[in-house]
């Protein structure tokens, strides 16, 4: 079993509050918290977040705000057998954050009772889509052998990376020479390049701890396909996520 550990930051420059978003009339956020406390992989859910709007919504209390609001930062907090609050530092809550030194921060000052599992799970909201035979299958996969961790990623090739352009003050393309024929090559004959999806990071907790990574040169790539790898980084992308949500209620 795992604890999965859920940044759900409270600000965002690109969607207001974007955690808080709906996506098939649940809140980003919301979206992924079920998905954790549905799952017989995961032990313990951990909501790693600066804004009491974001506690509210993972809680439906009032009172759980109030602790929120009282604690200092870093604490992590019960709202019930399975669920925790980690109140994030205002330093790991800004737009260059990085998410490691939240679950870092949160794995430094907590109950080592809330987190005795070995196995850390970061499931970004931004992430709506998932399911469970998909976690099934990830945590299979990092059991069968020796690795730093599992983490989802889907194929990177349209528009294919090869293929894009800098442009000058004047819109003039700005491009090496021996970039030029690339632009012109199928895409097919490319090189496969790869991106993380967002959905699934199944890290070890010792070597999380030592390394400070997320994913290193042990880790292995959970392929996934289709739109349910989307993304959210921007408007367009929660309006894209609405028309799958509303295309295929779940």
Do not use: W
Request: net charge neutral.
């Amino acid at each position: 079993m795992a604890t999965a550990f859920i940044p759900a930051k409270g600000t965002s420059t690109a969607i207001l509050q974007k955690n808080l978003q709906l996506v098939g009339g649940k809140s980003l956020v919301r979206r992924t918290l079920e998905f954790a406390l549905n799952s017989h992989f995961i032990k313990s859910v951990v909501v790693s977040t600066d804004s009491s709007k974001v506690v509210e919504e993972c809680s439906h209390d009032l009172e759980f705000v109030k602790i929120f609001n009282l604690v200092e930062a870093g604490t992590t907090f019960a709202v019930d057998a399975r669920l925790f609050i980690h109140r994030r530092l205002d330093s790991h809550a800004t737009s260059s954050s990085k998410t490691v030194d939240g679950i870092l921060n949160f794995l430094e000052n907590s109950n080592h009772a809330i987190h005795n599992e070995d196995k850390i799970l970061l499931l970004q909201p931004t992430s709506p889509f998932r399911e469970s035979y998909e976690l099934e299958e990830i945590i299979n996969l990092y059991e069968s052998g020796s690795k730093d961790s599992v983490v989802s990623a889907k194929k990177f090739d349209s528009p294919h990376p090869d293929k894009a352009i800098s442009i000058t003050k004047n819109n003039f393309i700005k491009i090496e020479d021996s970039s030029l024929n690339k632009l012109s090559t199928p895409r097919q004959e490319l090189r496969q390049l790869f991106v993380f999806d967002g959905a699934y990071y199944l890290v070890n907790k010792e070597r999380l701890i030592k390394n400070k990574l997320l994913v290193s040169n042990k880790t292995q790539i959970y392929l996934r396909e289709g739109l349910k790898t989307i993304n959210i980084d921007n408007q367009e992308d929660l309006d894209f996520a609405n028309y799958i949500a509303s295309n295929n209620p779940s």
